[in-house]
T-cell receptor
């Protein structure tokens, strides 16, 4: 158990819909990272938050947005969903916002678009 | 920005053999190099990491070596076991605050009994 909690574990929805993925970081960690992993692909960095503020942005689509709340949990919002958005979405956390610290991953949310 | 290349993409070995996965990076400022193991459908798990102030680090059957001059680092697994079968990702990060961790494309390791 990494201490990072992601909900829901599975999500099935249709094209055009909107979903929200939730992540709670390890106790004491201030930074949250979101990754997308399509089938048999690598980890694509989406976005990073540190103590409530956006710190780094990767290849995140305009249809996607995220935020980190005062209690440090984060939500990733995906809208106007397309078939290609089907993937595993992982959240990771670190104690500081520096990327040269070990990232601890949650178990992911598997999103299936029908 | 940083770019990480990982080879091979797939690696098949017999149980008991050694396995070596290699990564190269482009940013000479990178100083943190973790390796993650990901079993099918599971989360990536950190198995070992190394910082640029050391050249080698070992943890039981796993070792990582770093060559800063050549900008490459390698994962070595000795006495492989079937449970070592997974996808392994290398990554690199510069020591400059909020720079993102850059992952390699992954190596699928298959250990046959």
């Amino acid at each position: 158990d990494s201490g990072v909690t992601q909900t829901p574990k599975h999500l099935i929805t249709a094209t055009g819909q909107r979903v929200t993925l939730r992540c709670s970081p390890r106790s004491g960690d201030l930074s949250v990272y979101w990754y997308q992993q399509s089938l048999d692909q690598g980890l694509q960095f989406l976005i990073q938050y540190y103590n409530g503020e956006e710190r780094a942005k990767g290849n995140i689509l305009e249809r996607f947005s995220a935020q980190q709340f005062p209690d440090l949990h984060s939500e990733l919002n995906l809208s106007s969903l397309e078939l290609g958005d089907s993937a595993l979405y992982f959240c990771a956390s670190t104690s500081t916002g520096d990327s040269n610290q070990p990232q601890h991953f949650g178990d992911g949310t598997r999103l299936s678009i029908l | 920005g940083e770019n990480v290349e990982q080879h091979p993409s797939t690696l098949s070995v017999q149980e008991g053999d050694s396995a070596v996965i290699k990564c190269t990076y482009s940013d000479s400022a990178s100083n943190y190099f973790p390796w993650y193991k990901q079993e099918l459908g599971k989360r990536p798990q950190l198995i070992i990491d190394i910082r640029s102030n050391v050249g080698e680090k070992k943890d039981q059957r796993i070792a990582v070596t770093l060559n800063k001059t050549a900008k490459h680092f390698s994962l070595h697994i000795t006495e492989t076991q079937p449970e070592d079968s997974a996808v392994y990702f290398c990554a690199a990060s510069p020591n400059t605050g909020f720079q993102k961790l850059v992952f390699g494309t992954g190596t699928r390791l298959l250990v046959s009994p």
